[in-house]
């Protein structure tokens, strides 16, 4: 038995991404999207899909596969969906698979499942920027509109008057 490469799978950080990227692209598509994990040779993969509704036809030209389960690993939002014992056919979106290319380590697959882009870092194959650039703080900002009124008003100075001659 081989032990696994740790190299081959996600990181907790990585997960949390691909997590963002199922609720986002939820958000975007207004329909359920799952991410479910896998693993393949030893190396993990992530797979993007919508489920079926029961009474849906799928669309024959579409790829579908099978999520959930016992044993499924799901990132981000189910979509209110018992994911762990039931099992649900779905239409196949794209997915990410981790590789052992020391150029690339991500590839990405498109809805037929052919290779169509890779990169070193997780973050360039995803739709959204998902950094986690600090906010700026909204009573910081406040307080330096109302700091920039003030300094724009015209003030009552007498040092704003003609200087007088006596």
Request: charged letters at 30%.
């Amino acid at each position: 038995m081989t032990t696994p490469d740790h190299a081959l799978r996600f990181t907790e950080q990585e997960l949390a991404m691909l997590g963002k990227t199922a609720d986002g692209l939820s958000a975007y598509m207004g329909k359920s999207v799952l991410a479910e994990i896998g693993m393949d040779d030893d190396a993990e993969w992530v797979i993007f899909a919508i489920p079926l509704g029961v009474d849906e036809t799928p669309d024959e030209k579409a790829t579908h596969v099978q999520m959930g389960g016992p044993g499924a690993r799901f990132v981000g939002n189910r979509g209110g969906l018992d994911l762990d014992t039931e099992v649900y056919d779905c239409q196949y979106l794209w997915a990410i698979q981790i590789t052992e290319d020391p150029e690339a380590r991500f590839v990405r697959l498109d809805q037929n499942g052919d290779e169509f882009d890779f990169a070193m870092e997780l973050s360039e194959l995803l739709p959204f920027d998902l950094t986690d650039e600090a906010l700026p703080d909204p009573d910081l900002e406040l307080l330096e509109d109302l700091d920039d009124d003030e300094d724009d008003e015209p003030s009552n100075d007498s040092n704003d008057a003609p200087p007088s001659i006596h």
